[in-house]
């Protein structure tokens, strides 16, 4: 351990949201960017101002190159070329000559002048209306964070995609995006000052299979880099410093996991069937095509959502029609027969572009999000059905508008689809004439109208994350009152209910893709209520299916109707609770 550090055992207690248990040194990830304050240089020091710039802008070229050749090995030559627009930003000869130019006329400090110039160029471009141009503010952005971290002497930010070493990360908050990208042979597993179960961050987690913690309040600012931790993702909970006692009581605690596992192994691929012979249709979420090995390897009949955003958020530019087709294509084709529920863009809320401008919302789960965002981007939304429309023809793919709110929206969405049927077959391309298409239910309204949009839909799938925030006024990221978050509310259980009723009226099934389905103790309550397929992280689908194994559909009855008659939701998570530990004592070990 680095001297100077503290060395008594430390507890950090924050949410749990991805199982699994990692030791081993600390990095902490600083979100603040570095200042740069305005010093006066005497006439005398000028020409050292200016030598020190030029240091600066060569050491940055160098990291950027060296960056750029690691991009390039892992992950090809044309990520690698978002860099070449970085170093041509260290070329520009108008803006350093005008650095130097206000280093000389005014007397101050290279990093002062540096930033100061480069500001007003990115706020220049970021205000032209060209989508091209506001990307090169952006890379102006990046380059002056390097340069100016260089004059100051500060450490280069951690690179996520490549660590030196194996290492627990701990920030403030991690972006979706960073989560995706991070380097999954050197992160052990992450912990986050701030966050909740069902942010997307934490749902990444889970799909990477990362022990993970949120909601630790101030580990960031506490934490150091370099200590030596152990994170426990079961329980929420990071041990600084942990003492022999600890870490023997964290060997048993793996051990009994071990034992979990095992246990798990033996339902793999048997059916999602509860002792009294009533089928669940079990499925898996996914975030990429390559989860599709996953989903099969964990024993799931399909997906019954692909959250597409990814493809779009990490990159530097909008995906082709044709780089999402190969995509879906590929894993309708690796899941075939079994369905690809493909959830059309959700971008808006925590997933935002990296290379557009993030519109400034005060609300942002509550604007341009979602059917909302490619309704009015009609281009992306074009490439993007014609897309799964084009997959359609490999496999059993099915379409999934998500946030829908009434039934304009879904006949505007269904009036698109249908142009681009025609498009398709004007240009002879295959697609399936029959595919599938379903909304997710996961706004109040959207219940309310459930009748309405059942008529002109193949199934429903329950949005538990989101329908959780919007009825119960509960925003999904904030940890301060995320035990107001509470799917076992009553509010919650009546609104699946009445889904259930109105689709079921219209002979179409209800799925629940939210998060509440991967909880293996709410999965009883969600058969009770009649709900027909529960889509749940690849990782939980062997828990989720143990329990429904030594079920049954009568006891799942029972607990519904006591759900629907009580006044409270912590009556209804006790009686759910007993259930499954009577039926499945054996899964709770690691508690
Ligand atoms: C949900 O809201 O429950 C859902 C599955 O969608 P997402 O988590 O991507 O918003
Ligand atoms: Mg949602």
Do not use: W
Not at 74 to 92: C, K, N, Y
Not at 196 to 207: D, F, G, N, V
Not at 267 to 275: C, R, Y
Not at 574 to 587: D, S
Request: charged share 25%.
């Amino acid at each position: 351990m680095p001297d100077g550090l503290p060395k008594g055992e430390v507890v950090l207690r924050g949410i749990p949201v991805s199982a699994g248990v990692c030791r081993g040194k600390i990095l902490v990830l600083h979100r603040n960017k570095p200042t740069a304050p305005k010093r006066r240089i005497e006439d005398g020091d000028l020409a050292e101002e200016v030598n020190r710039l030029e240091r600066a802008l060569v050491q940055t070229r160098h990291q950027l190159t060296e960056v750029q050749r690691r991009v390039s090995e892992g992950m090809g030559a044309h990520e690698a070329g978002i860099f070449d627009a970085h170093l041509l930003v260290l070329e520009d000869r108008t803006l350093l000559d005008e650095v130097v130019r206000v280093i000389h006329e005014q007397k101050v400090n290279a990093e002062y002048a540096f930033h100061t110039v480069a500001e007003r160029y990115a706020d220049t471009l970021a205000a032209i209306e060209d989508d091209y141009l506001r990307e090169r503010a952006n890379d102006m952005r990046d380059v002056t964070l390097r340069v100016l971290n260089n004059l100051l002497g500060h450490e280069e930010e951690a690179d996520l995609r490549h660590l030196k070493e194996p290492c627990i990360i701990i920030s403030h908050d991690l972006s979706p995006s960073n989560t995706a990208q991070l380097d999954r042979r050197n992160v052990l597993g992450f912990a986050t000052d701030i966050g909740t179960k069902t942010s997307h961050t934490a749902i990444m987690a889970r799909s990477l299979r990362i022990p993970a913690a949120v909601g630790l309040g101030d580990a960031s600012v506490r934490l150091q880099t370099g200590q030596y931790a152990l994170l426990d993702g079961f329980n929420g909970v990071l041990v600084v410093n942990p003492t022999d006692q600890t870490l023997y009581e964290y060997g048993q605690l793996l051990r009994k996991q071990v034992t979990i596992q095992e246990r798990l192994r033996d339902v793999l691929l048997k059916p999602a069937v509860t002792l009294d012979g009533h089928r669940t249709f079990l499925s898996a979420n996914i975030e990429q095509a390559a989860d599709a090995e996953q989903v099969k390897a964990n024993g799931a009949e399909g997906v019954g959502l692909f959250r597409t955003e990814y493809l779009f958020i990490n990159r530097d530019r909008l995906p082709s029609e044709e780089q999402q087709y190969q995509s879906y294509r590929q894993a309708a084709a690796a899941l075939k027969p079994l369905p690809v529920v493909i959830r059309t863009l959700d971008l808006g809320g925590d997933k935002l572009l990296a290379h557009m401008p993030n519109p400034q919302e005060l609300n942002p789960f509550l604007g341009y999000r979602a059917i909302r965002f490619c309704l009015q981007e009609r281009d992306i939304f074009r490439e993007q059905l014609r897309a799964i429309l084009r997959a359609s023809a490999e496999g059993n793919v099915k379409m999934m508008f998500p946030m829908i709110s009434g039934l304009d929206e879904l006949k505007q969405a269904n009036d698109l689809v249908e142009e681009y049927k025609a498009e398709l077959r004007a240009e002879n391309l295959p697609f399936d004439e029959n595919l599938e298409i379903g909304a997710m239910i996961e706004t109040p309204s959207a219940v309310i109208v459930a009748d309405s949009l059942a008529k002109r839909l193949k199934f429903f799938s329950i949005g538990t994350n989101d329908l959780i925030q919007y009825s119960l006024a509960v925003d999904r990221m904030n940890e301060k009152i995320a035990h107001l978050y509470e799917p076992t509310h009553p509010a919650i259980v009546r609104l699946i209910r009445q889904t259930v009723t109105a689709a079921h009226q219209h002979n179409i099934p209800v799925s629940v893709c939210g998060e509440m389905a991967s909880d293996p103790v709410l999965a009883p309550l969600l058969i009770g209520l009649g709900v027909d397929e529960l889509s749940v992280a690849p990782s939980l689908v062997p828990p989720v299916k143990f329990v429904i194994r030594r079920l049954k559909l009568t006891e799942a009855r029972e607990l519904a109707e006591f759900a629907l008659g009580s006044e409270s939701a912590s009556q209804i998570l006790a009686r759910c609770q007993e259930l499954t530990r009577r039926i499945a004592p054996g899964l709770f070990e690691t508690e």
